[in-house]
């Protein structure tokens, strides 16, 4: 799940999540450098570096870079005594720092164990799905061109082959494919198709879906609009603020419709739209009621 800041990437990655585990299918969904969290969504306190039951089917799980090096180095060094002194030299610490990506490597590492048919982990059960709430875009690329990038560097040995091993994952269009989320307004239209593009030619990775999420509803036809501007000179106060206030929702909601077309005319996948849904905050039965909307 990719696209900008605050378009709703945790929103719809649940929505689809909560999707997929009715239908059955055992889903997790992972978030990455601990952002602001599903969890909330599901007023779970804490989700962790744990695979945690959020609903029936649907799992979460918070990636802490730290963690996933950690049990990594742990599946990989079988000498013990190795181990201990990785750790205890915090290796890690010094690694992260002189290495860019390497954070974004090893998440992309966890993200790789969780998506195993046979989990390396100890008691580790396998999912149907698994769905990343990705950094928001810009990162997102970058993000996504981490394992070949060591790769690349490494050139040979166990650091260039498992690189090229996420690097595979990410380019396997059958099994992997990202969703970009979108809002209905000028620049995020433009910054979606932009992604698009470099999702597809920079990366490698299929563009599966595009969300126009927020969409208001259209209540007033054009006659009715018209009715309601002539309600704006009203007598009656009440009347008048009411028509200016559907007025102004009627003008954004074609203004987003505009909006719509745009992205169906400038993104090759297909685009399915979310209702914008008016409550304070969104909970669990928002996202119910968003998941019914998807598909
Ligand atoms: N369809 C919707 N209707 C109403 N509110 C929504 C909708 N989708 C998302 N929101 C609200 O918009 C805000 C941003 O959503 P969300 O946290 O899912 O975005 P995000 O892309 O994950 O943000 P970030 O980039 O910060 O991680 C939240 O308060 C969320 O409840
Ligand atoms: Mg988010």
Same mark, same amino acid.
């Given at each position: 799940?990719? /696209? !900008?800041?605050?378009?709703? !990437?945790?929103?719809?990655?649940?929505?689809?999540?909560?999707?997929?585990?009715?239908?059955?299918?055992?889903?997790?969904?992972?978030?990455?450098?601990?952002?602001?969290?599903?969890?909330?969504? %599901?007023?779970?306190?804490?989700?962790? %570096?744990?695979?945690?039951?959020?609903?029936?089917?649907?799992?979460?799980?918070?990636?802490?870079?730290?963690?996933?090096? =950690?049990?990594?180095? +742990?599946?990989?060094?079988?000498?013990?005594?190795?181990?201990?002194?990785? %750790?205890?030299?915090?290796?890690?610490?010094?690694?992260?720092?002189?290495?860019? /990506?390497? !954070?974004?490597?090893?998440?992309?590492?966890?993200?790789?164990?969780?998506?195993?048919?046979?989990?390396?982990?100890?008691? /580790? =059960?396998?999912?149907?799905?698994?769905?990343?709430?990705?950094?928001?875009?810009?990162?997102?690329?970058?993000?996504?061109?981490?394992?070949?990038?060591?790769?690349?560097?490494?050139?040979?040995?166990?650091? @260039?082959?498992?690189?090229? $091993?996420?690097?595979? +994952?990410?380019?396997?269009?059958? @099994?992997?494919?990202?969703?970009?989320?979108? +809002?209905?307004?000028?620049?995020?239209?433009?910054?979606?198709?932009?992604?698009? @593009?470099?999702?597809?030619?920079?990366?490698?990775?299929?563009?599966?879906?595009?969300?126009?999420?927020?969409?208001?509803?259209?209540? %007033?036809?054009? $006659?009715?609009?018209?009715?309601?501007?002539?309600?704006?000179?009203?007598?009656?106060?009440?009347?008048?603020?009411?028509?200016?206030?559907?007025?102004?929702?009627?003008?954004?909601? =074609?203004? $987003?419709?505009?909006?719509?077309?745009?992205?169906?005319?400038?993104?090759?996948?297909?685009?399915?739209?979310?209702?914008?849904?008016?409550?304070?905050?969104?909970?669990?039965?928002?996202?119910?009621?968003?998941?019914? =909307?998807? @598909?």
């Amino acid at each position: 799940m990719t /696209g !900008k800041g605050g378009v709703g !990437k945790t929103t719809v990655a649940v929505a689809l999540g909560l999707r997929a585990a009715g239908e059955g299918k055992r889903t997790i969904v992972c978030e990455v450098s601990s952002q602001e969290n599903a969890s909330h969504i %599901f007023d779970h306190s804490e989700v962790g %570096f744990h695979e945690v039951e959020m609903a029936e089917n649907l799992w979460s799980i918070s990636i802490d870079p730290d963690e996933s090096m =950690r049990e990594y180095v +742990l599946l990989q060094l079988k000498v013990r005594a190795m181990r201990d002194l990785l %750790f205890r030299s915090r290796i890690f610490t010094y690694l992260a720092a002189a290495t860019p /990506g390497l !954070k974004e490597l090893v998440t992309i590492g966890k993200i790789w164990e969780l998506a195993q048919l046979d989990r390396k982990v100890k008691a /580790g =059960r396998k999912y149907d799905l698994v769905i990343v709430d990705a950094p928001a875009t810009g990162h997102g690329i970058g993000f996504l061109q981490t394992p070949r990038t060591f790769a690349a560097i490494a050139r040979v040995g166990p650091i @260039h082959s498992q690189a090229q $091993q996420l690097d595979r +994952l990410i380019t396997d269009q059958e @099994h992997t494919g990202t969703a970009i989320v979108c +809002l209905p307004e000028e620049m995020p239209v433009n910054e979606s198709a932009a992604l698009e @593009h470099d999702l597809r030619s920079e990366v490698g990775v299929a563009v599966d879906r595009v969300y126009m999420n927020g969409l208001y509803p259209e209540r %007033f036809s054009k $006659q009715e609009a018209e009715q309601l501007a002539k309600l704006t000179e009203s007598e009656n106060g009440l009347a008048r603020s009411a028509a200016r206030a559907g007025l102004s929702e009627h003008s954004r909601a =074609r203004s $987003q419709r505009a909006q719509l077309s745009r992205l169906r005319r400038r993104v090759e996948a297909p685009v399915k739209t979310l209702p914008f849904l008016f409550e304070p905050e969104l909970g669990v039965e928002a996202a119910r009621q968003l998941a019914k =909307r998807l @598909h």
